[in-house]
T-cell receptor, first 116, second 116 residues
């Protein structure tokens, strides 16, 4: 069974600083995908970034980058130059690539608060 | 990305009544849709995978007779909470597979259900 662990219930960061949100995972599969989603107070889940287990380079998407350390089974999200609008809940998720339905397993999430 | 809508955005009902939640894919034909439930300050839990024209696949512990899912077309899936009880009060979110390079899930805005 797959498991996602996010050990930081909450994080504080000042505007314009960088912040790292931790995510570790556990799976016996060789092929898998890792996702980060942002959930603002409105409730909608917003896709941020994806990392495939066979990708050799760390994924980047604008101010978001993923620090993928396969041997340590970690996929930390780095947000550079934080903005007030980044305040939200962030979820790490894993997809079993062998699953016919591409289901996601989510971590418990980290609440990020960006202060002026 | 694909646009997913849900209706209603919030609903309050009496205990014992049934409530139907709609999930529409507005610009993408979604063969597969997913239904999640999220309790306050908790993560998303997959309830079921809905496939157009066939029966939904329910996760372990989810009562299929209580949470009826109908995926009658490529753009519409419905979740009906039958004989709702206060413990069914939750945030219900649907998603579709994007069909993009990462096949990420695009989520609807969610429906807040409160059962009195």
């Amino acid at each position: 069974a797959q498991k996602i662990t996010q050990t930081q219930p909450g994080m504080f960061v000042q505007e314009k600083e960088a912040v790292t949100l931790d995510c570790t995972y556990d799976t016996s599969d060789q092929s898998y995908g890792l996702f980060w989603y942002k959930q603002p107070s409105s409730g909608e889940m917003i896709f941020l970034i994806y990392q495939g287990s066979y990708d050799e380079q760390n994924a980047t998407e604008g101010r978001y980058s993923l620090n993928f350390q396969k041997a340590r089974k970690s996929a930390n999200l780095v947000i550079s130059a934080s903005q007030l609008g980044d305040s939200a809940m962030y979820f790490c998720a894993m997809r079993d690539m062998n699953s016919g339905y591409s289901t996601l397993t989510f971590g418990k999430g980290t609440m990020l608060l960006v202060s002026p | 990305g694909a646009v997913v809508s849900q209706h209603p955005s919030w609903v309050i009902c009496k205990s014992g009544t049934s409530v139907k939640i709609e999930c529409r894919s507005l610009d993408f034909q979604a063969t597969t849709m997913f239904w999640y439930r999220q309790f306050p300050k908790q993560s998303l839990m997959l309830m079921a995978t809905s496939n157009e024209g066939s029966k939904a696949t329910y996760e372990q512990g989810v009562e299929k007779d209580k949470f009826l899912i109908n995926h009658a077309s490529l753009t519409l899936s419905t979740l009906t909470v039958t004989s709702a009880h206060p413990e069914d009060s939750s945030f219900y979110i649907c998603s579709i597979l994007s069909g993009g390079p990462y096949n990420e899930q695009f989520f609807g805005p969610g429906t807040r259900l409160t059962v009195l």
